[in-house]
């Protein structure tokens, strides 16, 4: 047998203990047998260590794996639960990774071409021409930006594993009780800017959800939590002139203790001959690009505003793009402690989904609006609220939300902090 064969063995009968090792414990949320779906894909690539579809499928199955183990970490109390908890997520997390760098070691033009079916998650409608496509280039840096976010995950449940045996780990469900949230010193206010755009002034690009959903999220947190309406600025259907100077008198208006949250929902565009991202206002033209607004614009106001924190939430086509800059994977790893995070400044940003479209009757907009609303906690960090329903939106569509820090704009690794009313 040769050397590569002896390691993958090694790999998928390590794959296979965590598993249905697991099956034996008395606990429902860790119980893990294998599928015949991965039983067959493990036999696939002891049979043929170039099956790159057997490689990509079991990478994306135990990554995925990974996360749900992650979650229910948050969600239990139980110290021996979330030992074993931690080793199934870094289990999962290693061997996703070493499956998807063998992936994309195979990959190449000719494979995507030829398995157009097993790749659609990752085409792509050009809303010019209005031909959907799927490149190489696409699924590969998909891929990547998995493998980081999978790394990222892989390094936190490491340092949780190593703080749960040293005691110095706090799970979130655990967090209100254990008295270290309830001492922030909250001198600034909330403030958002809230914009949705379905009325466009070329009328083939209406959308109906839009202007919707952003009176929604205008009523979930002016009557929820900590949002004033004297604070809070709604834009039905504006231009890009009227965002950019609602943006401007934000700057003016916000100091350094002030929280702002911005959301955008609309129509967005990626362009990749310029590597840029745009919203578009009720004015924009999709031929011309002089009434669009860029991601570099966003960075530059956001730059401007003196808040402590700002996150941005867009739900719009290629909201990915506002990442473009910087790996959106680069997370928090230390454990969650809600005062540390309160006083460092942040800038993050919450997206739909990464370089792709996204439905108008907006999936992901229904399960942000969900946790909102049924989140019990006084305080909610903008992480903690992304991991409440990230699944959600994966498991119901093609879509993959992102998370992460906003490049170039000031963020010092805090986070924006959700509070509830009393």
Request: proline letters at 2%; a neutral charge.
């Given at each position: 047998m040769s050397k590569i064969k002896i390691i993958f063995v090694v790999v998928i009968q390590f794959v296979l203990n965590y598993s249905f090792g697991q099956s034996n414990q008395n606990i429902d949320i860790i119980s893990n047998p294998v599928s015949d779906q991965e039983k067959l894909l493990l036999h696939r690539v002891t049979t043929n260590e170039n099956d790159v579809l057997a490689y990509f499928d079991l990478a994306w199955i135990l990554s995925r794996k990974a996360y749900y183990y992650r979650a229910a970490i948050n969600l239990n109390i139980d110290t021996?639960?979330?030992?074993?908890?931690?080793a199934n997520v870094i289990n999962a997390a290693d061997s996703a990774l070493l499956f998807f760098s063998k992936a994309?070691?195979?990959?190449?033009?000719?494979v995507v071409k030829n398995n157009v079916q097993h790749f659609q998650d990752y085409q792509r409608r050009d809303i010019r021409t209005g031909e959907y496509t799927i490149k190489y280039e696409d699924v590969i840096y998909d891929i990547e930006r998995k493998k980081g976010q999978i790394s990222a995950l892989l390094l936190e449940a490491c340092r949780g594993s190593s703080n749960l045996l040293?005691?110095?780990?706090?799970?979130?469900?655990?967090?209100?009780l254990s008295g270290n949230t309830k001492n922030i010193d909250l001198k600034g206010k909330y403030y958002a800017l809230i914009i949705g755009v379905s009325d466009y002034q070329n009328y083939k690009l209406n959308l109906y959800r839009p202007s919707l959903d952003a009176q929604k999220l205008h009523t979930i947190i002016t009557t929820t939590?900590?949002?004033e309406n004297e604070n809070v600025t709604l834009l039905l259907n504006p231009t890009r002139q009227e965002i950019l100077t609602s943006l401007y008198n934000l700057r003016r208006q916000l100091n350094k203790e002030d929280n702002l949250l911005i959301f955008y929902a609309g129509h967005g565009m990626y362009d990749e001959e310029a590597g840029q991202g745009y919203w578009w206002p009720k004015d924009a033209d999709s031929e011309n690009p002089s009434n669009w607004l860029s991601n570099s614009d966003l960075r530059d106001q956001i730059r401007g505003i003196k808040a402590l924190h700002i996150l941005l939430i867009a739900d719009a086509c290629f909201s990915g793009g506002i990442f473009r800059t910087r790996s959106a994977e680069k997370i928090q790893t230390a454990d969650i402690d809600i005062i540390s995070l309160y006083k460092l400044p942040s800038r993050r940003a919450i997206t739909s989904g990464t370089l792709t479209t996204v439905?108008?009757?907006s999936v992901f907009f229904?399960?942000?609006c969900k946790s909102?609303?049924?989140n019990s906690n006084q305080f909610l960090g903008s992480q903690v609220l992304f991991n409440s329903f990230r699944l959600n939106v994966i498991n119901?569509?093609?879509?993959?939300?992102?998370?992460?820090?906003?490049?170039?704009?000031?963020?010092?690794?805090g986070d924006f902090i959700f509070i509830r009313k009393h």
């Amino acid at each position: 047998m040769s050397k590569i064969k002896i390691i993958f063995v090694v790999v998928i009968q390590f794959v296979l203990n965590y598993s249905f090792g697991q099956s034996n414990q008395n606990i429902d949320i860790i119980s893990n047998p294998v599928s015949d779906q991965e039983k067959l894909l493990l036999h696939r690539v002891t049979t043929n260590e170039n099956d790159v579809l057997a490689y990509f499928d079991l990478a994306w199955i135990l990554s995925r794996k990974a996360y749900y183990y992650r979650a229910a970490i948050n969600l239990n109390i139980d110290t021996t639960r979330n030992h074993l908890l931690f080793a199934n997520v870094i289990n999962a997390a290693d061997s996703a990774l070493l499956f998807f760098s063998k992936a994309t070691g195979l990959l190449n033009p000719t494979v995507v071409k030829n398995n157009v079916q097993h790749f659609q998650d990752y085409q792509r409608r050009d809303i010019r021409t209005g031909e959907y496509t799927i490149k190489y280039e696409d699924v590969i840096y998909d891929i990547e930006r998995k493998k980081g976010q999978i790394s990222a995950l892989l390094l936190e449940a490491c340092r949780g594993s190593s703080n749960l045996l040293n005691n110095n780990w706090v799970p979130v469900a655990k967090q209100e009780l254990s008295g270290n949230t309830k001492n922030i010193d909250l001198k600034g206010k909330y403030y958002a800017l809230i914009i949705g755009v379905s009325d466009y002034q070329n009328y083939k690009l209406n959308l109906y959800r839009p202007s919707l959903d952003a009176q929604k999220l205008h009523t979930i947190i002016t009557t929820t939590y900590s949002f004033e309406n004297e604070n809070v600025t709604l834009l039905l259907n504006p231009t890009r002139q009227e965002i950019l100077t609602s943006l401007y008198n934000l700057r003016r208006q916000l100091n350094k203790e002030d929280n702002l949250l911005i959301f955008y929902a609309g129509h967005g565009m990626y362009d990749e001959e310029a590597g840029q991202g745009y919203w578009w206002p009720k004015d924009a033209d999709s031929e011309n690009p002089s009434n669009w607004l860029s991601n570099s614009d966003l960075r530059d106001q956001i730059r401007g505003i003196k808040a402590l924190h700002i996150l941005l939430i867009a739900d719009a086509c290629f909201s990915g793009g506002i990442f473009r800059t910087r790996s959106a994977e680069k997370i928090q790893t230390a454990d969650i402690d809600i005062i540390s995070l309160y006083k460092l400044p942040s800038r993050r940003a919450i997206t739909s989904g990464t370089l792709t479209t996204v439905p108008d009757n907006s999936v992901f907009f229904d399960y942000l609006c969900k946790s909102l609303e049924t989140n019990s906690n006084q305080f909610l960090g903008s992480q903690v609220l992304f991991n409440s329903f990230r699944l959600n939106v994966i498991n119901n569509t093609f879509q993959v939300p992102q998370e992460g820090v906003i490049s170039e704009t000031g963020d010092e690794g805090g986070d924006f902090i959700f509070i509830r009313k009393h």
